[in-house]
């Protein structure tokens, strides 16, 4: 896999890693806390990633060469909470699961303050979005996990 970051490119891989570390500890990192913190197999690993955030306009050295955030980016398919790097596949699944919790208790106040079964179409609309939940969810995970073993692989190696 390809972790260049030249200046205009987002970061990938490893070195996507390393920058969401700094951004999430929140405060001027050097090239050992990397190292423990996103668990790459020397300094001397952690300090070429910052290197390359540095040269891309990410990261800058303070006086004491610890790395601090210069610019935090936005990076296809995620977005920034906080200071967590989030799976927007994740954030989808968490709307719909607002909508089927909202679903269900309107079914269930109609149910049992009517003592009237709702209507065959709400549970469709209930099955969808059960499903369209489910499916972000699932994808999200993934996502998540596909990103956890690059990073996994790229230590081992």
């Known amino acids: 896999m390809n972790v260049n970051t ?8 490893t ?6 570390y700094v951004v999430k500890k929140g405060k001027p990192v050097g090239p050992r ?10 300094p001397s690993v952690a300090y070429w990633h910052l290197q390359k955030l540095e040269n891309s306009g ?5 006086k004491t060469g610890e790395y601090v955030v210069k610019e935090k980016t936005s990076i296809s398919g995620h977005i920034w909470i906080g200071r967590n790097l989030v ?21 269930s106040v109609q149910f049992f303050t009517t003592g009237q079964i ?8 209930l099955a969808t979005n059960a499903i ?7 994808e999200g995970l993934l996502l998540r996990k596909k990103a956890h073993s690059e990073k996994t692989a790229t230590n081992s190696s």
């Open 87 to 107: 799976p927007r596949l994740m954030c989808y699944s968490l709307f719909f699961l607002g909508i089927l919790i909202v679903e269900t208790i309107i079914i």
């Open 6 to 13: 030249t200046v205009g490119q987002e970061p990938e891989g």
């Open 132 to 138: 369209a939940f489910i499916m972000f969810l699932g």
């Open 58 to 62: 990410l990261l800058e050295k303070n």
């Open 118 to 125: 709702p209507n065959l179409a709400l549970f469709y609309l």
């Open 33 to 42: 806390e990397v190292m423990r913190g996103a668990n790459l197999s020397s």
């Open 15 to 20: 070195t996507l890693n390393v920058y969401s």
